[in-house]
């Protein structure tokens, strides 16, 4: 994709902080990190997110991202992370090449992933599995 900036990344063409990376994926720093370490993993190769994202791409993708939390746990000893991915506008992605964060995570960090939650919906489960 020419004006994708996570495919210039991928290719070398855009200026990157590269953590790691193999034939099918890039692991490199977030550019605005919300914590140390904050890292993103994308594939070499455009897909815009979940939706299109074949399945092996996404078994490779994931495999580097097992790869970057092990270095992140042996080298520096993180062991608290949040793993996340925002797929399409709604879901507050921003950029549309398929890309996962991993979120190093501390006490007293100051950041809060907090979901509002309805317990009272959970009466309509059966009308919600009904539909797939
Ligand atoms: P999203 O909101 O789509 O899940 O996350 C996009 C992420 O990409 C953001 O955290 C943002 O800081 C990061 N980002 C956007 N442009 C660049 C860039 O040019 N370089 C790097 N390293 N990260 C970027
Ligand atoms: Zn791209």
Redesign the pocket.
């Known amino acids: 994709m020419k004006d994708c900036?996570f495919c210039k990344?991928a290719k070398g063409e855009?200026k990157?902080?590269k953590v790691y990376e193999d034939e099918h994926a890039y692991a490199?720093?977030?550019?605005?990190p919300v914590s140390k370490y904050h890292t993103?993993i994308i594939p070499k190769k455009h897909y815009e997110n979940i939706f299109d994202i074949t399945e092996e791409e996404l078994l490779k993708v994931i495999s580097v991202v097992k790869k970057v939390v092990s270095l992140y746990n042996n080298k520096l000893g993180i062991k608290n992370v949040q793993i996340v991915n925002?797929s399409g506008a709604e879901a507050?992605?921003?950029?549309f090449h398929f890309?996962v964060?991993v979120v190093p995570r501390t006490l007293g960090d100051n950041q809060n992933i907090k979901w509002t939650t309805h317990k009272e919906w959970r009466e309509t489960f059966d009308d919600l599995l009904a539909k797939i």
Not at 28 to 32: A, E, M, P
């Open positions: 900036i990344i855009a990157s902080w490199f720093l977030d550019i605005n993103l925002s507050q992605q921003d950029v890309h964060h």
